[in-house]
């Protein structure tokens, strides 16, 4: 089973940038795509970005297209999500599934996630 830890998060001022992890162990990455999703303050846990098996593919939701990116480096087992141009509506708490689905119903365990909050 993989195990995911989510890290990176942290306090920014709107337009600037962060950069999070998700390691894997107990098994490598290298048989799964990758789902991040996100819980803002009283909001359902939604979608945000994923990447295929081969990290040849890449999918965002609308509201982050042409500011987020996903990348995956095999050798260290992590996928890395680097978020520009932050916004206060991106304030979150972060969470990466080991997986293809962009439903958050479709995943059983969650790990605590990392917090990202964006000020104004």
């Known amino acids: 089973q993989v195990q995911l830890v989510e890290s990176g998060g942290g306090l920014v001022q709107a337009g600037g940038s962060l950069r999070l992890s998700c390691a894997a162990s107990?098994?490598?990455?290298?048989?799964?795509?990758v789902a991040w999703f996100r819980q803002g303050p009283g909001k359902e846990r939604e979608f945000v970005a994923g990447?295929?098996?081969?990290?040849?593919?890449?999918y965002y939701t609308d509201s982050v297209k042409g500011r987020f990116t996903l990348s995956r480096d095999s050798a260290k087992n992590t996928v890395y999500l680097q978020m520009n141009n932050l916004k206060p509506e991106d304030t979150a708490v972060y969470y990466c599934?080991?997986?293809?689905?962009?439903?958050?119903?479709?995943?059983?365990?969650w790990g605590r996630g990392t917090q990202v909050t964006v000020s104004s």
């Open positions: 599934q080991g997986g293809a689905s962009g439903d958050p119903d479709e995943y059983d365990q």
């Open positions: 107990g098994r490598t990455f290298s048989s799964h795509a």
């Open positions: 990447i295929s098996l081969s990290g040849g593919s890449t």
